[in-house]
Nanobody, 121 residues
Framework: QVQLVESGGGLVQPGGSLRLSCAASGTIFSINDMGWYRQAPGNKRELVAA???????NYADSVKGRFTISRDNAKNTVYLQMNSLKPDDTAVYYCNARVQRRYRGSEYSYWGQGTQVAVSS
């Protein structure tokens, strides 16, 4: 199996910063795309940012210029640096990884348990 463990959420004032981390462990041959999603109460889960195995990135328009996604392939870890946080960024943030568990195996999507980010004064 594969487990994703997130950390770094919390309460921050508007304009503040947080850094989320997500480490993958288990039976892993390779990890393709990794990403961060978020879900606010009453809303659908939405993509925040994604990064490919070679470092290409993609961001939601609402976070461009404020959030930065990165990954450390040696550690099977993805990060999300969040700056200039706004109350609208308040949500549960979920890590996602598309994993091949063996050579030429199928790709499976795995999710972390979620970490709460609250932006409030």
């Amino acid at each position: 199996q594969v487990q994703l463990v997130e950390s770094g959420g919390g309460l921050v004032q508007p304009g503040g910063s947080l850094r989320l981390s997500c480490a993958a462990s288990g039976t892993i041959f390779s990890i393709n795309d990794m990403g961060w999603y978020r879900q606010a109460p009453g809303n659908k889960r939405e993509l925040v940012a994604a990064v490919t195995s070679v470092g290409s990135t993609n961001y939601a328009d609402s976070v461009k210029g404020r959030f930065t996604i990165s990954r450390d392939n040696a550690k099977n870890t993805v990060y999300l640096q969040m700056n200039s946080l706004k109350p609208d960024d308040t949500a549960v943030y979920y890590c996602n990884a598309r994993v091949q568990r063996r050579y030429r195996g199928s790709e499976y999507s795995y999710w972390g348990q979620g970490t709460q980010v609250a932006v409030s004064s």
